[in-house]
């Protein structure tokens, strides 16, 4: 192999990170935010790299339910965009405390709700992404808003996130990608909202 | 435990030398990854994307088809002899940019002086290691050096398609920390490969 003089030189020294995932999670009372913290999500499940491998090569999946077992995946893989209410994919939150690289849901999902146990789930909204040329950085967010009124406290220990794919036999899969516990627990008071904000930054 | 990283391993392969591996991390997701990943989650109609050379000009993206089929998303399943998407090589030195669209200076695929015969791209399946939680997928795409000169790639890109159209959008480019010189009847394998540690 050659060597070449430009190697290690100041303008081509490697730099930036590949793709990381923040998770950042704040909860407001009466409109004011009272708890606010940001962590490097650490936690693509398999089904993630199971996705992208049905995705770079138009492969079969397994993973896209029982009944149609070896399906591909269609166009659109990714949907996020989940209404208020619907807590089938997007955002979810879970009261678990454990998780692993085969995990397939949250340890135990918070339903959304409003009596006790349980949270309103709002849409998850999506922002576009926002590119800076001068550090070579972008990122774009995925949050969501959940509403304690259910009347007693509920306390958060878990996130995650499900897509919503759509598969070449025309039926709707909903399959989980992410999956985080947080280092400390949330405990919401009744009308307490926390949301949950994952953010995705590159840097070339 | 990082999120999601890259790695890009080059194995090279030169008539009468022994077989060289190295691997190095891929920093360069560039601008239109991210503009996929937002247009995606929110099911949008039509988005914009500039297609990669040797394809050109942009193109519009539907990321809400109403008719089931088999299209691609972040496809890159060429076969031998395309190099329009899938795995690229090229000559550029320059440092790659979020802005980036295309490699800078493709290697074209042919038999001839400054060409190289480009394979059929590879996708791996999964491998996961429940034990400790970690786990990669493989991308990798063959290149042969059918002249009778050397040549020399210092850059590496992945271009993907999208759409029933389909776009052809770059969404990784990296710099080799080392060029690598094929000589007549050599081969370099590129393979890019997707972590993650849960």
Aim: some cysteine.
């Amino acid at each position: 192999m050659q060597k070449s003089s430009y190697i290690g030189s100041k303008n081509n020294k490697m730099r930036g990170h590949t793709l990381k995932v923040y998770c950042l999670v704040e909860v407001k009372d009466k409109g004011k935010v009272i708890y606010s913290k940001q962590f490097e999500s650490h936690s693509f499940v398999a089904q993630w790299l199971q996705l992208l491998y049905g995705m770079f090569g138009q492969n079969k999946l397994s993973i896209l339910g029982n009944y149609y077992p070896a399906e591909n995946i269609d166009i659109n893989p990714l949907h996020m965009n989940a209404g208020s209410g619907n807590q089938s994919f997007g955002i979810q939150v879970g009261s678990g405390t454990t998780k692993s690289i085969n995990d397939t849901a949250l340890d135990s999902l918070i339903p959304n709700g409003n009596s006790a146990g349980q949270l309103a789930y709002g849409s998850v909204s999506v922002t576009s992404p926002t590119i800076n040329t001068s550090t070579n950085q972008g990122s774009l967010s995925v949050s969501r808003s959940f509403t304690n009124n259910s009347g007693g406290s509920v306390t958060v220990s878990e996130v995650g996130v499900v897509v919503n794919t759509y598969a070449s036999n025309g039926s709707f899969y909903d399959i989980f990608i992410i999956h985080d516990i947080l280092s400390s627990p949330i405990t919401l008071a009744n009308t307490q909202v926390l949301t949950v904000t994952y953010i995705f930054s590159i840097q070339t | 435990m990082d999120s999601f990283k890259i790695y890009v391993i080059v194995k090279v392969k030169n008539p009468k030398q022994r077989t060289k591996v190295y691997r190095f991390k891929s920093r360069s997701f560039v601008g239109n990854f991210l503009t996929i990943l937002s247009n995606s989650f929110q099911v949008n109609d039509g988005f914009s994307l500039t297609q990669a050379y040797p394809s050109s000009g942009s193109c519009q993206a539907n990321a809400n088809e109403s008719v089931p089929g088999y299209y691609p998303w972040i496809t890159v399943n060429a076969g031998s002899g395309n190099d329009s998407f899938g795995i690229q090589v090229g000559s550029g030195t320059s440092s790659p940019t979020i802005t980036d669209t295309s490699i800078e200076s493709l290697i074209p695929n042919g038999n001839g002086a400054g060409q190289l015969a480009y394979g059929a791209m590879t996708t791996i399946s999964p491998v996961i290691n429940s034990s400790n939680n970690t786990g990669y997928t493989q991308i990798q795409r063959v290149f042969i050096n059918q002249s009778s000169v050397s040549i020399t790639i210092t850059e590496v890109a992945v271009v993907a398609t999208f759409g029933g159209t389909p776009c052809k959008y770059l969404i990784l480019h990296d710099l080799l920390p080392t060029p690598v010189t094929l000589q007549p009847n050599g081969t370099v394998t590129i393979t890019y490969q997707f972590n993650i540690a849960t």
